[in-house]
């Protein structure tokens, strides 16, 4: 069995005095929820969105694929997507958003729809409004 040092993982004390040795197969795991732990909302928002947008690249041509940025845009006049790659888009970041933060969005919705500047313009947008729809500000 292995035996790895944790405190090069851990940049916190308690959790790194801890577990200073332990076998590979738990210093991944540990590794992993210390990690998912340091996320903030923000930044498992754009992981729900980027592995949706991977998904959603997987049926595009290699010309035509999303950019994973926060500036790309998505819809609209330099927009990626058609409307129908849009809905799949928003279904795929949908149930991303339900595995990665164990919450429920619509993102497609009448306030979204209606409003004056769309949440769908950029990957940066869209992560605000389901920030703002997670938070309650939306309402």
């Known amino acids: 069995m292995a035996l790895y040092n944790m405190s090069r993982f851990c940049s ?3 959790l790194a ?5 332990i076998d590979s197969g738990e210093a991944i795991r540990i590794y992993t929820i210390v990690n998912e732990l340091k996320m903030t909302d923000n930044q498992k928002i754009f992981e729900a969105i980027y592995i949706a947008i991977d998904e959603v690249n997987e049926q595009l041509p290699k010309g035509g694929q999303i950019e994973k940025t926060s ?4 819809f609209g006049s330099e927009g990626m997507l058609d409307s129908l ?3 799949n888009l928003i279904v795929a970041i949908e149930q991303q958003v339900e595995e990665q933060l ?3 969005v619509t993102l497609a919705d009448e306030k979204a729809v209606s409003q004056r500047n769309s949440p769908f313009r950029t990957v940066g947008t869209l992560a605000t409004y389901i920030e703002a729809q997670l ?3 939306d309402k």
Do not use: H, K, Q, Y
């Not at 005095?17 to 040795?21: A, V, Y």
């Open 12 to 14: 916190f004390s308690p």
């Open 17 to 21: 005095e801890s577990i200073r040795l």
């Open 71 to 74: 500036d790309t845009p998505l």
């Open 85 to 87: 790659g849009l809905v």
């Open 102 to 104: 164990d919450a429920v």
């Open 135 to 137: 938070s309650g500000e």
